[in-house]
């Protein structure tokens, strides 16, 4: 069972702005979210997940190159809640988003990870 849950997904239109949530539905080792680095993942049917941003435990952020100048990663730590919003979304933006928490490691690696979500889909057409 993901200890980490994802959601905000959804049909929308190139351009259109979208703002994923994931927060947790249990343990994830004791602790919340601002322990761990946490990052946001995407994948489509037949690639391999792909990172799309990253925050450290300090709070250093982190955009993939597929992301730059359209999503901003961020957390609440009050309500233990890590955020994507994603702006001038495309076609191309459409897969299956992943959150994941991780104690080290390089943080766009997903071997990093201990702990996934099971994903929310978002889906970009005209």
């Known amino acids: 069972q993901a200890q980490l849950v994802e959601s905000g997904g959804g049909l929308v239109q190139p351009g259109d702005s979208l703002r994923l949530s994931c927060t947790t539905n249990?343990?994830?080792?004791?602790?919340?979210?601002?322990?761990?680095?946490m990052g946001w993942f995407r994948q489509t049917l037949g690639r391999e997940r792909e990172f799309v941003a990253g925050m450290t435990w300090g709070g250093r952020d982190y955009v993939g190159d597929s992301g730059k100048d359209r999503f901003t990663i961020s957390r609440d730590v009050g309500k233990n809640t890590l955020y994507l919003q994603m702006n001038n979304l495309k076609p191309a933006d459409t897969a299956v988003y992943y959150c994941?928490?991780?104690?080290?490691?390089?943080?766009?690696?997903?071997?990093?990870?201990?702990?996934w979500g099971q994903g929310t889909q978002v889906t970009v057409t005209s």
């Open positions: 994941a928490a991780s104690t080290s490691g390089v943080i766009s690696s997903t071997t990093s990870y201990k702990y």
């Open positions: 249990g343990d994830i080792g004791g602790y919340n979210i601002d322990y761990y680095n």
